[in-house]
């Protein structure tokens, strides 16, 4: 049965404590600056860890009310009514499944699952119980990629020829650093694919639409790693290092994904481009305030890429921050899509993205592994 919000404050239970728990809980501390108007004080009151003294360092540390060790209790917690899942891929599937039955709201860090036939069940299951469901795509609310995204349906660049996309990281380059979950497949369905592309994926859907089919290319650059259990000994990698992709979109354009762990100098490198017949439009996460733009509609002796710095008032959300022409950073973009969330919470609105979209992201991972494996282009699997 749904939980209903008849008292506050709205409790969240989260379950994680790494890098991504941390930038969750501060969009949860941030959400009331941003959106003042929910009048709802958002909390997360418990965490989940799997090794105790650490879950319990971590509550300690940011004023989290308790800690579990299991975490079919935390879901079941009377008090908590929003479960986040920020674990390794593999748990996302049983974790939401219990939270659905339980009748609490569920936001779950990307992507959905570790494959798209787990990742649909995990949608209808949400939709059934009548629970509100996100999906942690946090670059989409960057007013920047919200304002490109305004443009092109205005038909700013003209009609969509082609996308590119990349997300390049050097975090795996050191082939001293142990085997994580990370490089097996069991663990994560997929290396560069899912950590990264899926991102640009998103992107790509958000901006151009829908994709039709793809092909690509996958690469296991360090075969071996250290176990965790025992470093004298190795294991072998089992998901992709590296994966580039071709894809058709239902609407006619074409476009080319890049995804890498372990590219050298690149630390959080993400690029967009979206070219069309009158112009084109480019985005950076290194530059995330910035947007660049082309026209043909300009004079040809002035016709160049502008740089729009995107932080006034008439920008998306900017009247929700520091005075106008202020930067924003990377983990604001949490803040506003959740802050979103919880509004779709309390007004019973539909949010997206949504398991739907997580579910839609994890078939082209699949489709794309596919083709890697059969060596064709390979149609996306539809719901």
Not at 21 to 32: K, S
């Amino acid at each position: 049965m749904k939980v209903h919000y008849l008292m506050k404050p709205i409790n969240v239970g989260l379950l994680g404590y790494g890098a991504i728990a941390r930038q969750h809980l501060y969009a949860y501390r941030t959400i009331p600056l941003y959106f003042p108007e929910l009048k709802t004080d958002i909390k997360v009151v418990a965490v989940y860890g799997r090794t105790e003294e650490r879950v319990r360092n971590f509550s300690r540390e940011y004023g989290i009310d308790r800690y579990y060790t299991d975490y079919t209790k935390l879901i079941k917690d009377k008090d908590v009514q929003v479960i986040d899942i920020s674990l390794p891929n593999r748990l996302h599937y049983e974790t939401a499944l219990i939270a659905a039955e339980e009748g609490k709201d569920i936001i779950c860090e990307k992507p959905l699952s570790i494959d798209h036939k787990t990742a649909f069940e995990m949608y209808k299951v949400a939709e059934k119980a009548g629970v509100k469901h996100a999906i942690v795509y946090n670059y989409r609310w960057l007013p920047a990629i919200l304002l490109a995204k305004k443009l092109i349906e205005e038909g700013f660049i003209g009609k969509i020829y082609h996308f590119r996309g990349m997300y390049l990281e050097d975090f795996a380059i050191d082939p001293s650093q142990p085997l994580a979950w990370r490089y097996i497949k069991s663990e994560a369905g997929s290396g560069s694919l899912g950590d990264d592309a899926t991102h640009v994926i998103d992107l790509a859907r958000f901006l151009v639409g829908e994709m039709k089919r793809v092909c690509g290319k996958g690469k296991i650059h360090i075969k071996y790693r250290p176990l965790l259990t025992d470093r004298t000994k190795q294991g072998e990698v089992e998901t992709d290092d590296e994966f580039m992709a071709l894809i058709e979109f239902e609407n006619g354009a074409v476009g080319s994904i890049e995804a890498s762990r372990v590219c050298a100098g690149r630390k959080n490198f993400l690029y967009i481009e979206v070219n069309g017949s009158e112009g084109s439009i480019i985005w950076n996460l290194e530059r995330l305030n910035e947007l660049k733009l082309y026209t043909t509609k300009d004079p040809p002796e002035v016709q160049a890429f502008k740089t729009i710095y995107v932080t006034n008032e008439k920008h998306p959300y900017f009247k929700r921050f520091w005075p106008p022409n202020g930067p924003i950073g990377m983990v604001d973009g949490f803040a506003i899509g959740f802050g979103e969330f919880f509004k779709a919470i309390l007004e019973d609105l539909e949010y997206i993205p949504n398991f739907y979209d997580g579910a839609i992201n994890c078939a082209i991972i699949d489709a794309m592994l596919q083709a890697d494996e059969e060596g064709r282009w390979v149609e996306v699997p539809k719901p």
